[in-house]
């Protein structure tokens, strides 16, 4: 049952952030230059634009899902049977560090939902196209998503190292946020790319667009994932034999392993993919 739960829980935390990171990616990293090298640039990506707010809000929804179930699992992992269940939540909350995180991550996450609720428009009510510059409410959420990837880190396998435990913690920051900038703003490229009528010649060359900026990023962020990665590796494992020897060492590098062919591929496809966008 507890293995159960927490494996569903992870796996909506992690899918819900990484794909937030890639809203927050797209919308101030990807966006605003696309839009100054297309012409009309705010009229193609203003539907975009909107389906990835509409994306944003309900990662948070996960988000706060993940945040809940993560308190349920602890609480079944640790309950003592003898003890009033509100001594257990009270000792678990407040006399442990996981749960003073565990709250500060509640904060950030409702920062995050206040400020997609009322501090971006949910309409484009007045028929303009929606601004593509880098607003102060996202640029506030670029603040907040650091802020959750930080509180994930402090609340997770970096704290426990034997030594540089801040090194592994900051490490599994970049981490998290390169991965999210990866994947999670390809994600939201190619989701948007299904989405609404038959692609038309301008899409076309919109996406084309979009993917040129998002090959720069995914670079620079496949290549800090596999770096943190090792110096994870590193933090984590006491020899190299580990790797092979310990469980976590095994599902370490599978993931490098994964990570890596993905990052390779992904190169391939910039040199050969897009100067093809580009000729379109």
């Not at 927050?24 to 909107?50: H, K, M, N, S, Y």
């Given at each position: 049952?507890?293995?159960?739960?927490?494996?569903?829980?992870?796996?909506?935390?992690?899918?819900?952030?990484?794909?937030?990171?890639?809203?927050?990616?797209?919308?101030?990293?990807?966006?605003?230059?696309?839009?100054?090298?297309?012409?009309?640039?705010?009229?193609?990506?203003?539907?975009?634009?909107?389906?990835?707010?509409?994306?944003?809000?309900?990662?948070?929804?996960?988000?706060?899902?993940?945040?809940?179930?993560?308190?349920?699992?602890?609480?079944?992992?640790?309950?003592?049977?003898?003890?009033?269940?509100?001594?257990?939540?009270?000792?678990?909350?407040?006399?442990?560090?996981?749960?003073?995180?565990?709250?500060?991550?509640?904060?950030?996450?409702?920062?995050?939902?206040?400020?997609?609720?009322?501090?971006?428009?949910?309409?484009?009510?007045?028929?303009?196209?929606?601004?593509?510059?880098?607003?102060?409410?996202?640029?506030?959420?670029?603040?907040?998503?650091?802020?959750?990837?930080?509180?994930?880190?402090?609340?997770?396998?970096?704290?426990?190292?034997?030594?540089?435990?801040?090194?592994?913690?900051?490490?599994?920051?970049?981490?998290?946020?390169?991965?999210?900038?990866?994947?999670?703003?390809?994600?939201?490229?190619?989701?948007?790319?299904?989405?609404?009528?038959?692609?038309?010649?301008?899409?076309?060359?919109?996406?084309?667009?979009?993917i040129q900026r998002f090959s720069t990023l995914a670079l620079r962020a496949g290549l800090a994932v596999v770096l943190m990665g090792v110096v994870l590796t590193w933090t984590h494992l006491s020899?190299?034999?580990?790797?092979?020897?310990?469980?976590?060492?095994?599902?370490?590098?599978?993931?490098?392993?994964?990570?890596?062919?993905?990052?390779?591929?992904?190169?391939?496809?910039?040199?050969?993919?897009?100067?093809?966008?580009?000729?379109?």
């Amino acid at each position: 049952m507890i293995w159960f739960l927490t494996t569903i829980q992870q796996g909506i935390l992690f899918a819900a952030t990484i794909f937030f990171i890639g809203c927050v990616t797209w919308r101030t990293l990807i966006a605003p230059d696309v839009a100054a090298t297309l012409e009309d640039g705010r009229f193609r990506l203003g539907r975009t634009q909107a389906l990835v707010v509409r994306w944003a809000r309900r990662s948070c929804a996960a988000l706060i899902l993940a945040w809940n179930m993560r308190l349920l699992v602890q609480v079944i992992a640790f309950r003592d049977p003898f003890a009033p269940i509100w001594d257990d939540i009270s000792l678990l909350l407040f006399q442990t560090v996981w749960g003073r995180i565990w709250m500060l991550q509640g904060v950030v996450i409702a920062l995050i939902a206040s400020t997609l609720t009322w501090g971006l428009p949910t309409g484009n009510e007045s028929g303009k196209p929606p601004p593509t510059q880098v607003t102060p409410a996202w640029v506030l959420l670029s603040g907040l998503t650091i802020a959750l990837t930080s509180t994930l880190a402090m609340s997770g396998h970096a704290m426990g190292a034997d030594s540089w435990r801040w090194i592994a913690v900051s490490a599994d920051v970049l981490h998290t946020l390169s991965a999210g900038i990866w994947m999670g703003s390809l994600a939201v490229i190619i989701g948007a790319s299904h989405q609404g009528p038959k692609r038309t010649a301008s899409d076309t060359q919109a996406f084309g667009a979009q993917i040129q900026r998002f090959s720069t990023l995914a670079l620079r962020a496949g290549l800090a994932v596999v770096l943190m990665g090792v110096v994870l590796t590193w933090t984590h494992l006491s020899s190299p034999s580990d790797l092979w020897m310990t469980g976590y060492g095994r599902v370490l590098s599978s993931k490098v392993i994964v990570v890596t062919l993905i990052f390779g591929l992904g190169f391939w496809n910039w040199r050969k993919g897009v100067p093809i966008s580009e000729s379109e």
